[in-house]
Structures are given as structure tokens and as C-alpha cells.
């Protein structure tokens, strides 16, 4: 194991009916003059936004509001945030939404107190001071709740890029199931998926000896093999969605993920995905994945022969370790498609002519020279072959 | 699964040398003037204690010390640490040790800034307030080191008691799995046997859809059925002490433990074991956690056995479930036994005939009138039964 920190400061508040004391938490921590950020009109249908309003009321908080959060959420509105923020005063920034309104409100947070252009942060710069950020989580997925990064798309050349830093950790986040019943049942699946993800990425490691971050990891995958059905079959199952919403936060708060090296790259390939087709993050995992790991298997056919037999059940073939381990990739590739989700560039929008755009983005794009790395390194060549593997 | 909220803020530096950065970390959190609390001759004749002055005196930090911390810590020692906290203006407790440093660290915190009698902590007072503590933890075994719980006994009548509060939550924590190699096997495998317990006192609930909390204990079990035997068979194998020392941590920060209720007889049938023969409280745990899940199984069979198969690897017998159940707290028993713990009443020094008061106190003490509630409540005939099974 490789020496590490952790820390996940952030109170969880989960279960039913939580974020009526949204006012009650803004306050504990220290929260007098709050822009509450959402997305589109789902939170207000639901009466969720009012809700919150009123429990800010009742604790004594004046608010701003700002909506209009798309998924892949943009630099533009980051900066009418910050602008608005400024303007009124605003000390603390509550985030009601998924992930992508949760990393639009980082920003804001970020950007409001830095003196140059908040896209600074999105290009290298660590964020080290930011007005304090609460959430109230209305999808599992991205498990931005409980963790100090956000992405944010430049509309200029749609970049999509990541921050980072523990002043963007969330000081509270509400957690309550119940708000994710209403979820279309594709972009439950999409949620699924991106935290499945967050699994593997950590999974996919070249550090030896890390059994305990196995185990937790294996576990969760785990969850979301027994929970994930459960939900896409009865929407209104609010205990598979607590599990799956636990599962979400502990997948990516790094608990799982400290003291190895960690892989990244399916992220990395899907990210531009999501910016030239603006497909949701999860569905674009979902084509992503399956391709890399048959890509990048031989590498270590050992650990994908463990993730087989220990997550999908797969019987170890001791003669043909490499069937095991594909015979796992199988197993995900099904899984994925009997929650939805798509499983190649057809069924996603992609298109093959688009390859070469890709590629050029992926390997060049962000600083880079040529090529990804993680638990492989993969060059333009790689990246090539991989998103044909999509087609 | 149940509402909940979770809070742990800890600071944790994980890995080789980790400890040198003791004085960095003191001065992040806040302190200028240390009282470093710790053990016996152990923590001196390593070196450690030097290097952690050394670390200080780099920081421009100033301390005092206060060694003699005994396992199951007493009060006795606490009041000495308060009144030299309070004269010598102490601003920040340091802990090197195990958990029994730490909590008497914790309630030396606690207590030196509190008007009344520190003790009250332990009859029922939450702890609100506290000088901020930091921890060099050198056994993987209570998991204090990220948790909000002390236990200390009181001299008179030897009461070992509990107190609770997110302001003794540390500050910061240290580990360094090195520091724990030089631990005689004896520690090591009573620090083993603790952290398991505190999987299972989690495991043990009467909450229904806990799947994800499920999964991560037994993860965490696993994680220490795989490690535990590497490290007594080679003391210096730092990799499988790295495992278990994350492992330790997050067995007892709650992580896993939140949204279901859960079960604490054994520690608590365990405490007037070690209250009064001052024995490892991981040993007094071997022998107590057999008995109590020999007598409790049948409250919920399919529990158990879903334990046995899914930790122990036992085959489920469809026909006969308790069969499965059963096999599971053998295995147990055995994985214990392989690690040189006691598995009974003369093993670990017990006598039967206290058996009467060791009843009484469990069933009358700290508030008690007349039974301890968990999974399973057990009034005076089922506690002297338990006793009796373990003679």
C-alpha cells in the first residue's frame, strides 16, 4: 500500500424528508446570505425548491436563487453565479441537484472569491479557498456530495476539464433516497453506471497489496449488482435507492480508493464524449468501459480474473485465467444492458467520423502530449482502436 | 435503512515515516503549547517519543508529557493529565499509543475544559466541547483514532464506562503500520480480534435492506481473515499490517455501521471481563463473542448465515440453515483460536464462580436495571448463561 491523507470532513444528513433542515445545517455552518442552485424544472415541479425555501426562511436565511444547470454543466452560467454571488453578498452556496449542478455551485464557490477567471482552477490551478458549499443530492451518481472535485465544460471548444481541493468539499450534504424516485428510469441507470464506474476506475490498479480497498470496493459493486434491478424494476423502491445512494457517496469520497494508484482513463475517453454529443456521463460509461477493459485486460489478468470471480460470480477457470477475465467484462457488458443503458456509438449518437475529433481532443486537449495515463498508458494509436471498439 | 447522519472529520496521514509530520499537523489544527500522552516504556525504548518530540521542537511547538497510560485506561491517570493541562495552559493533546492513550487523551480533553467532574462524561453526559487532539496510533485495534468514543474505568468498583461526542473526534490522526511491527503476536492478534468484533457488532442488526452497510463489513471481515494470519505468521510483513490498520479505521468510524441498528452485548458482556481481571479487551472479546452468537443465532438464522457463507465461506445448506449458521461462528472460533487467542474462561484467567458478579455488575451497573438491550435483549439468566458457556 502507498502512503497517503484522507479526509472527507463533510456531515451527512440521509434518510427521509432530511432536507427540510436545510435551513437548520446553512446556518450551523455559518450560512447568512445563500444563492440556492438548481437545474432545471424537475425541482421546482416537485415542490423540492419550495420546500427548501421555506426551511431557509424558518432559520432566518435570506437566499438568491439561480437555475438553469444543464448536465455537463457550463462555464457561462459559472460565471453569471459569480457575478450574481458578488453582487449580492452571497456567503454560503447550496447546491439542489445532481452532480453536474453540485460542480456548477463548486465553481461559483471557487470563483467568487478568486480574483482571476475561475477557469484557472480548471486548468491546473488547486482550489484552495472557496465560500462554503451545502448539497441536497436529487440523484445518485456522480458522488460529488462527499468529494473536492468538479467538472465544468468551456463552451469555447467544449472542454471538459476537472478541479480540484479540499475547500470545495461540501461542509453538509442531504442525502434522502426519496427525491431520486422520480428519476426517469435512464438516467437512474446512467447513475448506476457512472458510480459503477467510479468503482472500476479505483479498481484498476498497479499497486500491490491492497486487499482492504479491494474488499470495500468489490463490496459496493456488489451493492449495485443487487440493488440496481431492484430500482430499474419498481422505481418507488426507496431502500434500494438508500443503498444504491450510500454506495454513490462511499464509492468516490476515496475511502475505498486511498494507498493505490488509481486508473482514470475510461473517464478520460468518455469525457469527450459527453462534450462533442452532450450524452449524459453515465450512458457514455457504459459504451466506454466495457471497450477499455477488453483493451487493457492482458495488462494484469489476474486482478480482472478476481473482479470475475468475486463480483460476477464467475467460476476461475485455473487453466484459462483470461476467459475468467473476460467472461467478467461479459457479465457488465450484460448487466448494463438489462438496466438501459447503451453499449455501443449507434445506441449513444456517436459517430464513427468523429474518431479522429476524439482522439485529438482526448490525447492533446488538457496539456497532455500524446497520450492518457492510468493503469495503462494508452497513446493516440490506443485511443483510436479503443473508440472503434465502440462502433 | 434507517435515517442517520454521519460525521467524521478526521485528518488521517497514512503510511511509512507518517510520523514526523507530527508537528506540522499539530500546528494545522490549532495548537501551540502539547500535552503528548502515552503508555509505557514501548513508545521510549523504539525512539518513537523522541522523534515525535523532535517533530514538535522543528514546528516551534512547545509540550509537556504524560506517560503511564495502562490498557483499560483509569481515571486516576486523567485527573493528573487535566490538572497538568490546566496549569501548564495546554492547548492541544497529543496521543502515542494505542486506544487506550487516546482515550484517556479524549478525556483529558474533554475534561480539562469542563467545569464539573470529568467522570460525569461517562455516566451519560454527551461531550460538546473539548481541547482539539491529535494521534500517533502504534496498534490497529479500537479504531479511536476516527471515532467519537472513550472508555475509561473508574478505580472504585472498576466500572469501565463510555463517553461520546464529535468534539473528541481527533483532529488529526497518524498511522503508521511500521510502528505496529515491533507489537508482541499476543497485541497484535487481541487488536485483530477487536476490530472483527466491531464488524460484527455492526453485522448484528434487526434493520431490514442494509445491503450496502452488508457488504462493506463483510468486506472489512474478509480483508482481516485474509491479512490476520499473514501478519502473526511474519511480525515485520508491513503490507498485511498496512491492510489492517485501514481496515481497523474503517471497521469503527461508522462507515459502515450507519442507516441500521446495531448490537454491542458482546463488548458490553466483554467489558466486565477486562473491568475486572484487566485483561486484553480483544481477548476477553474471543471468548465472548463465540458464546454470545451460540446463544443468539436463532433470532435470526438467515443473519448468520448469510455471515458464514458470504465471510467464512461455507456452503449454504438449503435444508438446514441453522446448520450454516453454526458452521459460520465455528469458523469463527477457529480463525480465532489460529491467531493464539483464548477461547475460554481459564484461557483467559476468568473465574466461574464471578460469574455473579460479573452478571451484576453487566446487568445493574452504568444504569442498568436488570438487562442489556441490542440485537437480542438479554436480561440476568441469559447474561449468566453466556458467561457459563464461555467456563
Same mark, same amino acid.
Given at each position: 500500500m502507498e502512503n497517503f491523507t484522507f479526509y472527507s470532513p463533510t456531515f451527512f444528513a440521509f434518510g427521509k424528508d432530511t432536507e427540510n433542515d436545510a435551513g437548520k445545517y446553512v446556518k450551523r455552518f455559518g450560512g447568512s446570505k445563500v444563492l440556492i442552485h438548481y437545474g432545471g424544472g424537475s425541482v421546482v415541479r416537485s415542490g423540492l425548491l419550495d420546500r427548501v425555501k421555506k426551511s431557509l426562511e424558518e432559520a432566518g436565511i435570506s437566499f438568491v436563487t439561480l437555475g438553469g444547470v444543464k448536465p455537463n454543466p457550463r462555464s457561462g452560467l459559472v460565471y453569471d453565479g459569480i457575478e450574481l454571488c458578488r453582487k449580492e453578498k452571497v456567503d454560503f452556496v447550496l447546491a439542489v441537484g445532481g452532480g453536474s449542478v453540485i460542480d456548477s455551485s463548486k465553481a461559483i464557490a471557487a470563483g467568487?472569491?478568486? $480574483? &482571476? $477567471?475561475?477557469w484557472d482552477f480548471y486548468t491546473g490551478k488547486r482550489i484552495e479557498e472557496a465560500l462554503p458549499i451545502g448539497t441536497i443530492l436529487t440523484i445518485a451518481a456522480a458522488g460529488s456530495e462527499g468529494s473536492p472535485d468538479s467538472v465544468i465544460t468551456k463552451e469555447e471548444g467544449m472542454f471538459k476539464r476537472g478541479a480540484s481541493g479540499d475547500a470545495i468539499r461540501p461542509k453538509f450534504s442531504i442525502l434522502n433516497?426519496?427525491?431520486?424516485?422520480?428519476?426517469p428510469a435512464y438516467q437512474t441507470a446512467a447513475g448506476i453506471t457512472d458510480i459503477m464506474a467510479h468503482l472500476h476506475e479505483r479498481y484498476l490498479t498497479n499497486s500491490k497489496d491492497v486487499e482492504v480497498t479491494d474488499r470495500l470496493i468489490e463490496g459496493l459493486l456488489l451493492t449495485m449488482i443487487h440493488e440496481g434491478p431492484r430500482v430499474i424494476e419498481n422505481p418507488d423502491n426507496y431502500e434500494a435507492r438508500a443503498n444504491i445512494m450510500w454506495a454513490g457517496m462511499m464509492a468516490h469520497n476515496n475511502s475505498c480508493g486511498v494507498g493505490r494508484s488509481q486508473d482514470w482513463n475510461s473517464h478520460n475517453i468518455e469525457h469527450e464524449l459527453s462534450a462533442l454529443y452532450d450524452c449524459a456521463h453515465g450512458a457514455g460509461l457504459a459504451v466506454t468501459m466495457p471497450a477499455v477493459f477488453k483493451y487493457v485486460y492482458k495488462h494484469d489478468v489476474s486482478r480482472f480474473a478476481k473482479l470475475a470471480t468475486r463480483v460476477w460470480g464467475c467460476q476461475m477457470d485455473f487453466d484459462d485465467p483470461e476467459r475468467t477475465a473476460l467472461e467478467g467484462i461479459a457479465a457488465l457488458e450484460n448487466f448494463l444492458k438489462s438496466i438501459g443503458m447503451p453499449l455501443n456509438f449507434a445506441e449513444l449518437g456517436a459517430k464513427e467520423e468523429d474518431i479522429p475529433t476524439l482522439v485529438k481532443a482526448l490525447c492533446?486537449? $488538457? &496539456?497532455?502530449?500524446g497520450s492518457i495515463s492510468g493503469f495503462v498508458t494508452l497513446d493516440e494509436e490506443d485511443c483510436t482502436k479503443i473508440y472503434k471498439m465502440m462502433i
Open positions: 467568487t472569491i478568486y $480574483d &482571476g $477567471d475561475f433516497p426519496a427525491l431520486t424516485q422520480t428519476l492533446y486537449g $488538457d &496539456g497532455r502530449t
